[in-house]
C-alpha cells in the first residue's frame, strides 16, 4: 500500500505564495509520474501540474508561468510552488502519484489541502 500525504496548504493574500508538498510511503514500490489536482465545490477535478518520472513537466494553462512543479525522487516527494496567486486558485488541492508494487500498478491521491487565496 502507498500512502501519500500533503502538506503546505493555507491562506494567502493575492499575489502571494505558497509551496505545497506530497510524500510518498510504503514498502517497496516505484513511482513513475506524479501530478497535481485542484477542486472546488461543484466543480470537476482539474488537472494543474503533471511531471514525469525523467522529470518532463507539462501545466494547466491558467497556472503556467505561475506555478512550478518538481520532484525529488531521493524523497519520494513533489512540490508544487506556487507564485501570483489569484482568488481563483482557491480550491483543494490534491497530489496523485502513479507506479508499481509487487502487486502491480498503482494510481493514488493524497487527501488534499485546501488553499484559500484571498482579494
Known amino acids: 500500500q502507498v500512502q501519500l500525504v500533503e502538506s503546505g496548504g493555507g491562506l494567502v493574500q493575492a499575489g502571494g505564495s505558497l509551496t505545497l508538498s506530497c510524500a510518498a510511503s510504503?514498502?517497496?514500490?516505484?513511482?513513475?509520474?506524479w501530478g497535481w489536482y485542484r477542486q472546488v465545490p461543484g466543480n470537476e477535478r482539474e488537472s494543474v501540474a503533471f511531471?514525469?518520472?525523467?522529470?518532463?513537466?507539462s501545466y494547466a494553462d491558467s497556472v503556467k508561468g505561475r506555478f512550478t512543479i518538481s520532484r525529488d525522487n531521493t524523497k519520494n516527494s513533489v512540490y508544487l510552488v506556487m507564485d501570483s496567486l489569484k482568488p481563483e486558485d482557491t480550491a483543494v488541492y490534491y497530489c496523485?502519484?502513479?507506479?508499481?508494487?509487487?502487486?502491480?500498478?498503482?494510481?493514488?491521491w493524497g487527501q488534499g489541502t485546501q488553499v484559500t487565496v484571498s482579494s
Open positions: 496523485n502519484a502513479g507506479g508499481f508494487t509487487p502487486r502491480g500498478p498503482f494510481n493514488n
Open positions: 511531471i514525469t518520472s525523467i522529470g518532463t513537466s
Open positions: 510504503g514498502s517497496s514500490f516505484t513511482l513513475n509520474s
